[in-house]
Nanobody, 127 residues
Framework: QVQLAESGGGLVQAGDSLRLSCAAS????????IGWFRQAPGKEREIVAA????????YYVDSVKGRFTISRDNTKKMVDLQMNSLKLEDTAVYYC????????????????????WGQGTQVTVSS
C-alpha cells in the first residue's frame, strides 16, 4: 500500500525556520517525482516546490524562491522541505505528493500530475 506521511509542521513566528519531512512507503520511491503543495484557508491548493527522481532538478514557486529548499534521500525514501524566513502568508496545510513513474527530467507542477498524496501538516506563522 502506498503511503506518504508528512511531519514537522507547527506554530512559528515570522522570520523563523521550519523543516517539513515526507516519508514514503509502498512503492518504487526512486521512480517518482515529489512535490510539496500547500492550501491556505479559503484558497486553492498550490504547488510550492517539486523535485525530480534523482534530486538533480527542482522547481519553486516564485513566492518561496530563495527561502525554501526541497531535497530528497532515495535510500531513506524521504523528501524534506526546509523553510526559512517564514512569512505570515506561508500559513497553510502543507502536503507532499508523488508522481509515480515520472521520467527522469520530469518536474510536475499540476495537482493532476500526482498520483499519491499525504494527509498534510499544518504550518502556522504568527507575527
Amino acid at each position: 500500500q502506498v503511503q506518504l506521511a508528512e511531519s514537522g509542521g507547527g506554530l512559528v513566528q515570522a522570520g523563523d525556520s521550519l523543516r517539513l519531512s515526507c516519508a514514503a512507503s509502498g512503492w518504487k520511491f526512486s521512480r517518482s517525482a515529489i512535490g510539496w503543495f500547500r492550501q491556505a484557508p479559503g484558497k486553492e491548493r498550490e504547488i510550492v516546490a517539486a523535485i525530480g527522481r534523482n534530486g538533480g532538478n527542482t522547481y519553486y514557486v516564485d513566492s518561496v524562491k530563495g527561502r525554501f529548499t526541497i531535497s530528497r534521500d532515495n535510500t531513506k525514501k524521504m523528501v524534506d522541505l526546509q523553510m526559512n524566513s517564514l512569512k505570515l502568508e506561508d500559513t497553510a496545510v502543507y502536503y507532499c505528493a508523488a508522481d509515480e513513474n515520472a521520467i527522469l527530467t520530469s518536474l510536475p507542477i499540476r495537482q493532476s500530475d500526482y498520483d499519491y498524496w499525504g494527509q498534510g501538516t499544518q504550518v502556522t506563522v504568527s507575527s
